[in-house]
Structure formats: C-alpha cells, structure tokens
C-alpha cells in the first residue's frame, strides 16, 4: 500500500504503462518525502517480480522495520521460514528469495547496508518428480488402439507398444533397437540405455507374439509398400 512509513513497489513498462519492465522500490518518510529509492530494468521473464518484492515489502512490514537500514539477516530467514509455512512449492520459495537476495544486493551495492542480510540463506531443492505411470485401463486402451488400423502400420505399432510396455523400455531405447539384439526362443531382448549401457531384459508372451506377427507379415509388407 501507499503510505508514509511503507516499502513501495511499483512496475512500468517502457512506455509508461502498468507493467513489470522497470521496478520502482522506494520508502517514504512519514513526511512522504522519498527517503530511499531503487530503479530496477525488469525485462519479460526477469528474476525480480513486482509480486515477489510486494510479499517481502508486507513480511518486512510485519516485522516491524520501517527504514532500509533497518533490515538485519534475521528478517530475511523469517522471510524464508513464513513463505515454507505457506505451502508454496520449492520452485516459488527459490524465486521470492532470489528476489529478495537481489534487493539486499542491491541495498549493500548502495550503502544502505553494511552487510548483506542474504549471507548464508539457502534456497529450497526443487526435489524430484517421479514420472507419471499410465493406469492399467490406459494402457489397455493404447494397446487396443493400434489395433484399430488395418496393414504393416497397425502390426508394427501394435509390437513397437507391446514391447514398450512389456520390457519397460525408454522410448529413445526403442527406436535404435536393432533385430540382432532379439532372441526369440529365449525370449530375452540385449538393451543399450544411458551411457551405452547394455541391459538383458525379459519379453513376455503378448510382445513376443506381437513382434512373430511384424517380421512374419507386416515387416515384408511394410517393405513393399516403401
């Protein structure tokens, strides 16, 4: 909010419209006479958002500190600890307080600060996501889809997917598979992953019947047509 004794933050962009090209920072004297103020180019995709600096602007309020000078190390790890206790994903907490790393920089750069409050503040991991996994009922219906086409294409499809799901490949491990690397009467498929890494892995009856069918009549078929 604009009052005497508030951070202010404000966003323009070039052509002196509301935006986030440039950010003001400022604090106003309970006189309203601009004690301090910060101009900052903020193109499109820029690290500091006008939304990020107004959190920090309202948590430093709360805290009490009414003048640039008066920000200490320790607001910046409530910062940290109140955005945790928000709920918000480690992605956004990176962002804010990357945000509010810069403004302390930029605090210090002018001599506002002897020291710089983000000293020794860490940023979340983002952490890992495991992949989604198709439903045993989308599987069924991706399999069942292949069928719907008739010729080389549908057999093809309908081995490339039985083996893709069966044997548990990578698509990019798919693709460079090469038919030496198939043994059929034992029922065993030589893989090379990541780093060239050569796998054994096991096919089960419905990819290896899937792929009897292909080098038996599609392959030929598919080879003619070419």
């Given at each position: 909010r604009d009052a005497a004794g508030d951070f202010i933050v404000t966003g323009t962009?070039?052509?002196?419209?509301?935006?986030?090209?440039?950010?003001?920072?400022?604090?106003?004297?309970?006189?309203?006479?601009?004690?301090?103020?910060?101009?900052?180019?903020?193109?499109?995709g820029g690290i500091l958002t006008r939304a990020d600096l107004e959190?920090?602007?309202?948590?430093?309020?709360?805290?009490?500190?009414?003048?640039?000078?008066?920000?200490?190390a320790e607001h910046w790890r409530s910062f940290a600890v109140a955005l945790e206790r928000e709920g918000l994903s480690p992605a956004s907490r990176t962002r804010m307080l990357v945000s509010a790393r810069r403004f302390g920089a930029r605090l210090l750069a002018d001599g506002v600060?002897?020291?710089?409050?983000?000293?020794?503040?860490?940023?979340?991991g983002r952490g890992l996501r495991l992949p989604r996994v198709l439903r045993e009922?989308?599987?069924?219906?991706?399999?069942?889809?292949?069928?719907?086409?008739?010729?080389?294409?549908?057999?093809?499809?309908?081995?490339?997917?039985?083996?893709?799901?069966?044997?548990?490949?990578?698509?990019?491990?798919?693709?460079?598979?090469?038919?030496?690397?198939?043994?059929?009467?034992?029922?065993?498929?030589?893989?090379?992953?990541?780093?060239?890494?050569?796998?054994?892995?096991?096919?089960?009856?419905?990819?290896l019947r899937a792929i009897e069918t292909w080098l038996a009549g599609g392959r030929l078929l598919w080879a003619r047509r070419a």
């Amino acid at each position: 909010r604009d009052a005497a004794g508030d951070f202010i933050v404000t966003g323009t962009t070039d052509d002196g419209g509301v935006g986030s090209d440039i950010l003001t920072i400022k604090y106003s004297g309970a006189d309203g006479s601009v004690l301090w103020q910060q101009r900052y180019n903020n193109p499109a995709g820029g690290i500091l958002t006008r939304a990020d600096l107004e959190r920090l602007a309202a948590h430093l309020a709360v805290q009490g500190v009414r003048t640039p000078d008066a920000i200490r190390a320790e607001h910046w790890r409530s910062f940290a600890v109140a955005l945790e206790r928000e709920g918000l994903s480690p992605a956004s907490r990176t962002r804010m307080l990357v945000s509010a790393r810069r403004f302390g920089a930029r605090l210090l750069a002018d001599g506002v600060l002897a020291r710089d409050p983000s000293e020794g503040l860490a940023t979340p991991g983002r952490g890992l996501r495991l992949p989604r996994v198709l439903r045993e009922d989308e599987t069924a219906a991706l399999l069942a889809a292949a069928t719907t086409v008739e010729g080389p294409i549908a057999l093809r499809d309908c081995a490339m997917l039985e083996v893709l799901y069966g044997a548990g490949l990578r698509v990019s491990e798919l693709v460079t598979l090469p038919l030496a690397g198939l043994d059929q009467r034992a029922g065993l498929l030589r893989v090379f992953g990541k780093g060239s890494r050569e796998r054994i892995v096991p096919l089960g009856e419905p990819a290896l019947r899937a792929i009897e069918t292909w080098l038996a009549g599609g392959r030929l078929l598919w080879a003619r047509r070419a």
